[in-house]
């Protein structure tokens, strides 16, 4: 069974790839080049004075709260979106690899028996029969890159579902921690109401008592009634949205709605950090953001796609052969004598669909253009989250402080109020006025303290903070991305 080094056929051969490498030279396919975002040199907004790298990577660690802390390391170890976005960056590896396998050959095995006769009318004259064993082998030679850009787009695409994965953990730990610490307000604007509510109880028990001594009128009373009766409504619609919101929570770790309300029902403080970040420069946060990256790597695949559909404007060019056994018998399928082998090289284009392979270039350049436009967009989109966030860390700060002064003086206001009513010194209306004050102004109080924490939260993801949380996904499933 050999192969004859002076065969016609094998200098063919030679001869088909000395030329597909030289015309390999003359590649089609465009190099590509990652974009530089044009960030600015500097925020436009002040930015909060300079924190610790680290902190930013556990960003949730800087409220110091143990409960938010467990919460975000068991959402991303169960949640369901992170499972999903593991699960896509596994196919795109898978597809990586079945990419991969076109730039090698192809070889098949194959065994028959074959039996034949000529057949009389009282049977078969005679019968022949023949066997073999062979191996079949082809080979795409990737002339003009074409399968090397399918490669190199579904390998930018794998690349693309990892910063996808990514942006979900950044994503799923600021929604954790916004739910929780809406959660927290939300507890506190109760216990503000229910004090509130005791607080006016007293004053509708004094005037009860007033109209009973024949000082006070009967509108004083079912004024204050009405007074207590929509703080108590008011006190209702937060614990609906205090339940409503354990559920969103327990949903995020992948729990029946009321997996966490025995959890999280009883009240806790609102979790507050030293407003002290790395924000760094503009374009250290667009290459920290993993959205911008997914979104860079969906145009260099595209790119890619593009190479490919212009490589598929020129010929192909395969190469074919097979070695294997033949005899008419099995006895003798194994002796020398019995091998066989063949080779056909061949080159192939399409001449009657010319126009349908150029509109597919248009196509995938098109889409290589709304590709750039969807990352510059992004990177708009970053650089504006971040200027957003500052502001509202910076004005909220300063509207907490300001609330916390009126509420002081709505306090004192709603004391010496009610001194005064008791005295007769003012009308009760006064008194009413300052208790409605002092709930609005403690309740919005207790929001902005929360509303702090919340624009520090957002910050933290529109500088993309949180990496460490990919740290957390189970080994088992963080080993697997990378297979």
């Given at each position: 069974m050999p192969f004859a080094m002076n065969s016609p056929m094998l200098h063919s051969v030679v001869l088909l790839a000395l030329v597909s490498t030289v015309v390999s030279g003359c590649a089609v396919r465009r190099p590509y080049a990652a974009p530089v975002p044009?960030?600015?040199a500097a925020w436009s907004q002040d930015a909060p004075p300079p924190g610790d790298q680290e902190q930013l990577a556990a960003w949730w660690s800087a409220f110091d709260d143990?409960?938010?802390?467990?919460l975000v390391e068991r959402a991303v170890r169960a949640n369901l979106d992170v499972k999903t976005a593991i699960s896509r960056v596994r196919e795109a590896r898978a597809s990586v690899r079945s990419n991969r396998a076109g730039l090698r050959p192809t070889i098949?095995?194959?065994?028959?028996?074959?039996?034949s006769g000529n057949g009389k009318e009282a049977g078969f004259a005679g019968t022949s029969q023949s066997y073999s064993l062979g191996l079949d082998a082809s080979w795409e030679l990737d002339v003009f890159g074409g399968i090397r850009s399918g490669v190199e787009a579904a390998e930018a695409t794998a690349q693309a579902r990892l910063e996808d994965l990514r942006d979900v953990l950044v994503s799923l730990a600021a929604e954790v921690a916004l739910d929780y610490i809406d959660l927290r307000s939300l507890q506190r604007r109760i216990e503000i109401a229910r004090s509130n509510v005791a607080l006016q109880e007293q004053t509708l028990d004094l005037t009860q008592l007033r109209q009973q001594a024949g000082i006070g009128t009967d509108l004083e009373v079912q004024q204050a009634l009405s007074n207590v009766e929509s703080t108590r409504a008011q006190i209702?619609?937060?614990?609906?949205?205090?339940s409503q919101t354990i559920h969103g929570l327990s949903v995020l770790l992948a729990e029946p709605p009321g997996g966490l309300i025995g959890e999280l029902a009883p009240a806790g403080p609102i979790p507050v950090a030293l407003i002290?970040?790395?924000?760094?420069?503009?374009?250290?946060?667009?290459?920290r953001r993993p959205d911008v990256r997914s979104a860079e790597r969906l145009l260099a695949a595209q790119w890619a796609q593009v190479n490919a559909a212009r490589a598929d404007l020129y010929p192909s060019f395969r190469l074919a052969g097979s070695i294997g056994l033949e005899s008419l018998s099995i006895a003798r399928l194994l002796l020398p004598g019995a091998g066989a082998w063949s080779a056909s090289p061949s080159a192939s284009t399409r001449l009657f669909n010319r126009e349908q392979l150029h509109q597919n270039v248009v196509t995938q350049s098109e889409r290589q253009a709304q590709a750039a436009l969807t990352y510059e967009s992004r990177v708009l989109g970053a650089l504006q989250d971040v200027e957003d966030s500052m502001t509202g860390v910076a004005q909220e700060q300063s509207r907490r402080d300001h609330l916390a002064a009126a509420a002081d003086a709505a306090q004192q206001a709603a004391d010496l109020s009610l001194q005064l009513y008791t005295a007769g010194l003012r009308d009760f209306r006064e008194v009413l006025d300052a208790q409605r004050s002092l709930l609005t102004l403690q309740d919005s109080l207790a929001s902005s303290t929360a509303s702090v924490s919340t624009e520090l939260v957002r910050l933290y993801k529109t500088l993309g903070g949180g990496w460490s949380a990919?740290?957390?996904?189970?080994?088992?499933?963080?080993?697997?991305l990378t297979r």
């Open positions: 044009a960030a600015p143990a409960e938010l802390s467990s098949d095995a194959s065994a028959s028996a074959r039996a209702a619609a937060l614990e609906r949205q205090a002290a970040i790395a924000v760094g420069v503009p374009a250290e946060t667009l290459r990919e740290t957390m996904v189970p080994s088992d499933q963080r080993a697997s």
